[in-house]
T-cell receptor, first 114, second 111 residues
Framework: DTGVSQNPRHKITKRGQNVTFRCDPI?????LYWYRQTLGQGPEFLTYFQNEAQLEKSRLLSDRFSAERPKGSFSTLEIQRTEQGDSAMYLC????????????FGEGSRLTVL | GEDVEQSLFLSVREGDSSVINCTYT??????LYWYKQEPGAGLQLLTYIFSNMDMKQDQRLTVLLNKKDKHLSLRIADTQTGDSAIYFC???????????FGRGTSLIVHP
């Protein structure tokens, strides 16, 4: 069991560029979550999937953000036309779907928009 | 969950006990969690408690839940320098699979 894996770990981009992050969850987990964390704050929910279905999206998720989980395994989070305010740590987590619902997090992907 | 509040900093001496407090507003919170985050890393689940329990102990960790006051605490016995990190409280209502996190409490352990 390799845990939740996120790539890339760090991404520096210029404003206006598109970026994509990938998350590979723990293999037997059917739920996958994306959170965003900025300095001094706790993780803020963005979206989550159960298998390949995207079940909920936060109001924080503007139309420049899109997430997919095409085969119910790995997921991608794409940010189009990045803005400086998008600079944050993007955290992926997965859960096995039982009632206790504890999340297992990856190491995060840090985005810096210049 | 709705809002989850935590004090931002706690400083203790090595060997003492640490108590990190959390309050939440969602009366339908079913599960409450404690996570630990070390610098540059993701969140690590420490423990969780179901809302029908008032205490849970796991080695050096003791979680106390006062459901009436919507207050959760995490006690770390014999705190070590390796316990220095940010600790996040999170809650989840029974009708949702989305935990809501507090801002985190930064625990600093002095030798």
């Amino acid at each position: 069991d390799t845990g939740v894996s996120q790539n890339p770990r760090h991404k520096i981009t210029k404003r206006g560029q598109n970026v994509t992050f990938r998350c590979d969850p723990i293999s037997e987990h059917n739920r996958l979550y994306w959170y965003r964390q900025t300095l001094g704050q706790g993780p803020e929910f963005l979206t989550y999937f159960q298998n390949e279905a995207q079940l909920e999206k936060s109001r924080l998720l503007s139309d420049r953000f899109s997430a997919e989980r095409p085969k119910g395994s790995f997921s991608t989070l794409e940010i189009q036309r990045t803005e400086q305010g998008d600079s944050a740590m993007y955290l992926c987590a997965s859960s096995w779907g039982g009632s206790t619902g504890e999340l297992f997090f990856g190491e995060g992907s840090r985005l810096t928009v210049l | 969950g709705e809002d989850v509040e935590q004090s931002l900093f706690l400083s203790v001496r090595e060997g003492d006990s640490s108590v990190i407090n959390c309050t939440y507003t969602d009366s339908s919170s079913t599960y409450l969690y404690w996570y630990k985050q070390e610098p540059g890393a993701g969140l690590q689940l420490l423990t969780y408690i179901f809302s029908n329990m008032d205490m849970k102990q796991d080695q050096r960790l003791t979680v106390l839940l006062n459901k009436k006051d919507k207050h959760l605490s995490l006690r770390i016995a014999d705190t070590q320098t390796g316990d220095s990190a940010i600790y996040f409280c999170a809650d989840r209502s029974g009708g949702s699979y989305i935990p809501t996190f507090g801002r985190g409490t930064s625990l600093i352990v002095h030798p």
